[in-house]
């Protein structure tokens, strides 16, 4: 029982030694790369920011794809509507429950479809589309 109690006052009483020793130094320096080993610190950044438009697309697939898919689709559609990436993200969900709440409508259509589908139909130039209601046109169309 005493070694128990003296263990971690010895590692106490060597982490907290004098800087002129380097102990303090040294606990540092131990204490990264095994931070780094168990990848504790990367998972917790990506874990605080918010998630970008084409990730929250892949999170809603179920991850299928990769989000770099839907950045790309996103980024080729996005500078045509008068909607942000944000707000195509809801457009693409809104259209797709949309789509699977129809008679008839394709039970195999994903976030990714929607999202190429609606690129596709989006004219490029001037004056800015309003997406919202080319994938409601897109939805409404695919019921008959």
Do not use: W
Not at 13 to 42: E, I, Q, V
Not at 49 to 69: I, K, M, S, V, Y
Not at 118 to 131: H, M, R, T
């Amino acid at each position: 029982m005493g070694t128990l109690i003296a263990a971690p006052l010895l590692m106490v009483a060597t982490a907290c030694g004098s800087k002129d020793d380097g102990g303090h130094d040294a606990s540092t320096a131990a204490a990264r790369p095994a931070a780094s080993r168990s990848g504790a610190a990367a998972p917790a950044a990506h874990a605080s920011a918010p998630p970008g438009p084409a990730q929250r697309l892949a999170d809603l697939d179920g991850d299928l794809r990769p989000a770099e898919q839907y950045d790309q689709v996103l980024s080729a559609l996005a500078p045509r509507c008068k909607e942000d990436r944000a707000q195509l993200v809801n457009v693409v969900d809104t259209t797709l429950k949309s789509l699977k709440k129809k008679a008839g409508a394709d039970e195999e259509e994903d976030e990714f479809g929607v999202l190429q589908k609606l690129e596709s139909v989006v004219p490029a130039g001037k004056p800015k589309a309003d997406c919202a209601s080319q994938a409601a046109a897109y939805a409404a169309g695919e019921g008959n």
